[in-house]
Every structure is written in C-alpha cells, then in structure tokens.
C-alpha cells in the first residue's frame, strides 16, 4: 500500500471515529484524550484487564465483569495478593478460565518486578503469561499512546475485507500485520487501533457488514467485489470431535455433595467439578460413572436416576454430559486425577467456580433436593 493511500485511510477512519466511535467504554477515556498524554500518569492496569477479557469475548459480554473486577480488585496489588479461586469465582461465566489464572500470575510477576515500573515496550508485554502480539500493541496503544499495530479478530476481518485477501486469516497473517502496520497513524496510534477495532464492531461486521456506512467503502476490494461478507475467506469446516462424558453427582448420608478440583493445567484448569469421565464404546452410562469414580477418586457408588444431560460444544470438541445421582457406598475420596476433593453442601457449591454447563448440573440438583423452591432446572 503506498504512502498516500494509507493516508487517505487513515484520515477517512479517524473523522468517521470521531462521530461514531464507542467512546462510553469506561478504559477507553484514555483514547479520548480525558487522561493525559505522554503516559506517565497512566495507569495501563484497568486496560490489561479489559484487554485479557475481551480475547474471544464480546464487549457487551466483558462490561458487568469489567466493572465488578475494577471493584473487587482496583489495583495490580490487589489482584497479585488475591486467591486463585476468589479470581477464578470473578471470572465464573466468562470462559477460557485460563486467561483469568495467567492475568493473575502476570500481576505477580510485576509487582514482583524490582523497578515497579509498567512494561512499555513490546518484549515487556509478552513476557507476561497469556500476553500475544495484538494484545501487547492494543495495550501499549491503548494506554501510552505509543506506536504499535494489532490484529485481532475484528481488525483480521475488516483488513482480509479491505484488500479481498484469498486467503484465510489464519494463513495472511503476516500480510495482515504488515497492512495494520503501515495503516497505523503515528500521530495518533491509541485513536487509530481504536477506531479500527470499531469499526470492525459496529460496521464492518462478520455477517452484515454496513458498508453503506463505511469510512473506506471506495477503497474496499471486497465492497468492490460486491459480495463483501464473503470475506474473509473461510477455511473447510472440520467436523468437532464428539464425546460422552458419565458425570456424577454423589451424595453422602450426611446430605453432602462430592467435588473436586481440577488439576491446573489444561482447559478448565484449577476450576471446581463434579467427577466423571469418557464413556468407553459400548459401555452404559452407568457403568461409566462406577468406572470413573473408582478410577480417580477411589469410591464405590450406586448409580441412581439421570439428573440431567446437557450438551456443550467447545472451540475443538462438543461434550455430552449425562448426569446421574449417585449414593455413595465404600472408599475415602482420594485426588488421584486432581487437586483435592470435597463433600460440600449443597447450598455451598455457589463458593466454588465451576465450568459453565456445570450450572445447570447445580441448578438441577437443587430443584431435586428443594422442589417447593421451585428452582428452574431447565
Ligand atoms: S466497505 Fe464494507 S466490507 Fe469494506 S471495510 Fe467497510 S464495512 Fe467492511
């Protein structure tokens, strides 16, 4: 792209963005100019932490967590001296429960730093856990109004359209990144990354994008080709892996439910969960469940009637979960596939954070124990 052309789109995007960009956004009053510029009275924190939450999440999504984090844990210190599952509980029903453990370490790490001093340059950024390129140079933009591209999801989308890239994003990221890169107004780089992620949110977006409406319809290939939502390129949809899972909710004579604690690593890592596990082929579900809970917790069950079965697609696999109550009958709960076990009340089970499909597991347990509180199951 020559020099004038990025111009051209530059100043076109930054007059649409003054009009119609998302300025109510409590940590972007900093891209408005109300904090002052140069930096060093900025505080990136409030940015990080929308930033984090806003990797595979919507804004509308992110806001009411946003705000009850910004006031559990107004400030780095708070957060690094917080408890894992007090932090994992606030991120409960976000999902990707991994960006909420890395969030905190990273905090650690910087309080821990010698200098105290915030990161401002882009290897600072990514040394932090779960920090990628885009999130680094959102951040730093963001927050120092300094100089450096991103290329999320939205941003991915409205430059595959621009150019009408053949390619999927997936395979043109490193034209993609050249392209942010060269739009990028020096002058005004924290402005610039946020009215190009705008307008991939509210114009140029993923089904119906209102090119009537856009700043860049008569430079945009895609616009020109007259079928712009085809773009970006698709890659060949693959078929999503498809297990059974047989889920136990055990009660003891003392009216107890028995959870667990996931291991740390891995989707869902440190997370609170009913035991349960794989249905081998050909196996009952029941037999499934005796099996699973022999094999991690050591526990002999009855198996009784199904409580519930819900299903959950993740990103790579979609999950059945068939869940039956169980009694349990002989053996001390043992962590043998997990961090710790525990017979909780019922009532307590709401202090643990817990994956969101088990909610409607907890929700159907307590209508089954507490049916005249008419708690909706379903
Ligand atoms: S003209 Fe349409 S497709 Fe092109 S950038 Fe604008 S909204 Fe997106």
Known sequence: MSTEQASVLRHKLLRWWQVHGRHGIPWKRAAQGVLPKGGEELNPYPTWVAEVMLQQTQLQVVLPYWQRWMVRFPTLQSLAGADEQEVLLLWQGLGYYSRARRLHQGAQQLVEREDSVWPRDLEGWLALPGIGPSTAGSILSSAFDLPFPILDGNVKRVLSRLIASPQPPVRNSKALWQLSAELLDPEQPRSFNQALMDLGATVCTPKTPSCQHCPWSDQCAAYASGDPAAYPVKEAPRE?????????????????????????????????????????????????????????????????????????????????????????????????????????????????????????????????????????AA
């Open 240 to 376: 999503l892996p498809f297990q059974v899972i047989g889920v136990g909710v055990v009660l003891n004579d003392a009216g107890e439910v028995l959870i667990d604690q996931r291991l740390n690593e891995g989707l869902l890592g440190g997370l609170w969960e009913f035991p349960g596990g794989k249905q081998e082929s050909g196996e009952a579900i029941e037999a499934t469940i005796c099996r699973e809970l022999q094999e991690e917790l050591a526990i002999e069950v009855e198996v009784g009637e199904e409580l519930i079965s819900l299903d959950h697609a993740y990103s790579h696999k979609r999950l059945r979960f068939v869940v039956h109550l169980c009694q349990w009958r002989a053996g001390e709960p043992q962590p043998l596939a997990s961090q710790q076990v525990r017979w909780v009340k019922p009532q307590q089970l709401s202090d643990y954070p817990f994956p969101a499909a088990n909610a409607r597991i907890i929700a159907a347990l307590l209508a089954r124990l507490h049916p005249e509180e008419g708690t909706d």
